[in-house]
């Protein structure tokens, strides 16, 4: 009894840590996708500047 007990304690205990592993990964991919954004928004911000400047000499 106390052995089935503690083997699904463990079992318990396995599954958290591989939910705490997949947290983990996700809040990586979240911090690569907010860096990913700031280069687009810098990239936009630079395109509009370019475009802008391109305009300006048109006229």
């Not at 705490?20 to 996708?33: A, C, D, G, H, T």
């Not at 630079?46 to 000499?57: E, F, G, I, K, Q």
Request: net charge positive.
């Amino acid at each position: 009894m106390e052995n089935e007990l503690l083997k699904e304690i463990s079992l318990k205990l396995n599954k958290l840590v591989d939910i705490e592993k997949r947290l983990n990964k996700l809040e990586s991919i979240e911090n690569e996708l907010k860096s990913i954004n700031k280069s687009i928004k810098g990239i936009q911000k630079d395109s509009l500047s370019v475009m802008t400047y391109l305009a300006s000499r048109d006229m």
